[in-house]
C-alpha cells in the first residue's frame, strides 16, 4: 500500500494539490519568503520544463547575483 493510498488526506488529487500549496506556504512563511503566496499573485505553475527553466533563468539575471 503507498502513502497516497493510504493516507485520506492524498486520495484526491485536489486535495494533494492543496495540501502541498499549504506546506510550501507555511515552510515558505518561516524562511520569510512570503511573496509568492501573497493576495492577488498568479498560481500558474509553468507548462513545461523548458519555461520553468527559462522563468528562473530570467530571475537569477534580474537578481545580479
Known amino acids: 500500500m503507498t502513502l497516497k493510498q493510504s493516507n485520506r488526506h492524498l486520495r484526491s488529487a485536489a486535495a494533494r494539490k492543496a495540501a502541498l500549496r499549504i506546506s510550501a506556504q507555511t515552510s515558505s512563511a518561516v524562511e520569510g519568503i512570503r511573496a509568492p503566496f501573497a493576495k492577488g499573485k498568479r498560481g ?5 520544463t523548458k519555461t520553468f527553466i527559462a522563468h528562473w533563468k530570467r530571475r537569477a539575471a534580474a537578481t545580479a547575483r
Open 44 to 48: 500558474d505553475s509553468p507548462t513545461s
